[in-house]
Every structure is written in C-alpha cells, then in structure tokens.
C-alpha cells in the first residue's frame, strides 16, 4: 500500500487522517451541507471584495485580477491548512475535558492524534472554493504563466497553508498553560481572513511590518502574489525575503509541532 512507503509520522497521520473522512463521509447530508456552509463562508469575503472593487476601481493600485490572485492564493492556501489541521480548534476542550488523557495512552503522537480525531465537513467547501479561485483568478491574471511561475504559486499554496498552521498550532500549544485558548484561535483566523485578501501596503510601512514580521500574515498570500506580479520593490523588505516568501512555512511550521510537544508535557488531567 503507499502509506507504507511513507516516513512513520506521515504515515500515521494518513492512515488515521483517512478513517476520519470515510467515517465522516458516510453522513452524506452532512457531507453537503457542509460543503455549502464552507463555500458560503470563504465565498462572502470574495463577493464583498468584488463589491468594494465595482465601487473604488482599484485598491492601492491593485486592481480585480492582481487581488484576484491573491485572493485565489489565499484560498488555496487555507484549504491547505484547514483540511488536514482544522482539528487544532478543539485542543482547548480536550484538555478541559481530560479527553487529552486517552491521546496519551496510544502509541501514537499526540500531536498527530488531535489534528486526525475530527474532520471538519466545512471544509470541504474551502477546498473546493480554493481551488477553484486559485484556477480562475491565475487565468484571468496578468501574470505570463510559465512552468517555474506555475511552480512558485504551487510552492506559494503549500508554504502559505504550513504558515497558517503554524500559527494555529502555536496558539493551540498555549491550552497546556494558558486554559482556554479558542476565543485567540478565532481571531486569529477572523485577522487572516479578513487581512489576507487586501495589499498590506494600505495600513502603511508600520501596519504592513506588523501583519508581516510580527504576525506573518503578509506571508500566506501578498508576498508571493507581489513577487508573481512585479510589485516586489513596492515592499519595504529585501526582494530575497519576498520571493522566498514561501519558504517560511516550512521553518516554522516544525517549530510548532516542537513546540506543541513540548507545551504537551505540562499537561495536568483535571482529574488529577
């Protein structure tokens, strides 16, 4: 079988990532309507984006297929981190409810346990509208598609997906300190997705470093879209630190995950 030929860890997460979804699938009313529900969600900021459009023309200079772009890229990118990572959000009650407890009694990491115990039927949605978006706003681009730019947009999804995860994933590891750490992942993903669509350089040089270096937000999508575009030099960051833009999910992604595990072992059933 292939999992076999996979790394210990990915295989783990495969096989027990897979039970989830055929167990979910089963409820195939669910199924759609979560669809719908994912679709609706992601696809209102889309609209409300083209609305602001019709109205302003253009938005820092970037006009309806430069954001589309980046809108597609940010779409794809989230689906990327919510379909295999979504599960994160329910850390908090695990711990709180001392469901965290049974996680360590498997032979498997516990990190890999909660990522893979739900799939969230929303978002199948997000993958669908992702990549739908990623496809039509890359046609109607004025971006002159080439293998390696086809290349550096795929690079850009995958590394802008591990950037949102890493960051959920951080957030998730304070619950073992912190308590309740719900309310911070919401708005962390309300910031990225409301942020995540627009040219950063509108909330000038002190609002763009802060959504970049700070919160790398700026990382998921407008960096690798500006780069795509030409728009690098309008960047107050080097130009090697924007087209290698989707490199950062990579780094800290891993970081995450140690530190997760890390957070994991101060762990105190409330039972104890």
Do not use: K
């Not at 890229?73 to 709180?96: E, K, N, Q, W």
């Amino acid at each position: 079988m292939a999992e076999r030929r996979l790394p210990s860890a990915l295989r783990a997460w495969w096989v027990l990532e897979r039970a989830t979804v055929r167990a979910q699938a089963q409820y195939r009313a669910n199924l759609f309507m979560g669809f719908i529900g994912g679709l609706t969600y992601q696809g209102i900021h889309v609209l409300f984006l083209v609305l602001l459009l019709n109205s302003f023309g253009v938005i820092d200079g970037w006009g309806l297929a430069e954001l589309g772009l980046m809108v597609g890229i940010r779409l794809a990118a989230h689906a990327c981190y919510v379909m295999p990572f979504g599960a994160l959000l329910d850390t908090s009650r695990l711990i709180h409810d001392g469901e965290f407890d049974l996680l360590l009694l498997r032979p498997v990491p516990a990190f890999l346990q909660v990522v893979t115990r739900r799939f969230n039927i929303l978002t199948v949605g997000d993958g669908v509208l992702g990549l739908v978006a990623l496809v039509g706003f890359a046609v109607a681009s004025p971006v002159e598609w080439t293998w390696w730019r086809i290349g550096y947009v795929l690079a850009a999804v995958v590394g802008g997906g591990l950037v949102e995860a890493a960051i959920q994933v951080t957030i998730a590891s304070l619950a073992f300190r912190a308590g309740s750490v719900r309310g911070l992942q919401n708005q962390a993903d309300r910031l990225i997705t409301t942020f995540g669509i627009y040219p950063l350089t509108i909330f000038g040089p002190v609002g763009l470093l802060t959504l970049t270096l700070v919160l790398p937000l700026g990382f998921i999508a407008y960096l690798p879209t500006a780069a795509l575009l030409g728009r690098a030099r309008e960047i107050p960051l080097p130009d090697v630190v924007v087209w290698s833009s989707p490199l950062l999910g990579w780094m800290l992604f891993p970081l995450a995950v140690v530190l997760f595990q890390r957070m994991s072992r101060h762990y105190t059933s409330p039972g104890a």
